[in-house]
């Protein structure tokens, strides 16, 4: 790795309620030995639907990234964890290179998609997708995020991906979603045990036989 990209730091936020202090302390040991990021953890809104609540966290975080003058954020869930295809070159070249050709959001893996186009071997451009456990945000995106006026039934996932067409995620994924058994946003994980788990199996699957057509005729 060259000096440039080792001394390279991302602002990451992390959206943690206060008294889930089981997810803080894991999301805390996920990050405590990588150099990639400038963590701060984010105390979660609370509201009686989480998908509103999620919304408004990255909202709040989005207002500190604008006062801070960052051009690119990390937003994470406090159930992330890194894959084990997750290291800093991979991920920061990956940043850098989808910045260059116009990205507004980059996740680090999701556990739905609906279609997907592959641009280089470990990008692919998809639209919808469902997880935002670790997104990679860049500042053109963040006023529209501010414009948008949430509804009750919208779900923050998929108004992301509504809101630009300029979307990518890594394959492989360095990031999936820690089943603690129940999940604060989305009710259907509490009466599925294991569903997490299957969503991503699923979604990686898809993504290895795009990624293994992409590599046969395309390089």
Known sequence: MNEELENLVIPTYV???????????????EFVKETAFDVKVIEA?????GAIGLWQSMIKIIHIAMQ?????????EDD?????YYNKEYLLNNVIAAHEQGVEILSGGVGHFGYAVPLTANRYWINPFQ???FIV??????PKMLAYEFKKDDVA?????????HKMVLYPFISRQKDFGYSDIT???NAQPGLVQKMFARTEERLEKLQQAYVKYFT
């Open 187 to 189: 009710t259907v994980h």
């Open 131 to 133: 997880s935002t456990q």
């Open 45 to 49: 809104c609370k509201h009686e639907i």
């Open 15 to 29: 959206i943690n309620l206060k008294e889930r202090s089981e997810r803080r302390a894991h999301i805390l040991k």
């Open 80 to 84: 992330h964890e890194f894959t084990e």
């Open 137 to 142: 945000l860049y500042k053109s995106v963040f």
């Open 68 to 76: 801070n003058d960052d051009d690119v954020i990390i937003i994470c």
């Open 157 to 165: 996932d998929l108004v992301l991906a509504g809101l630009t067409s």
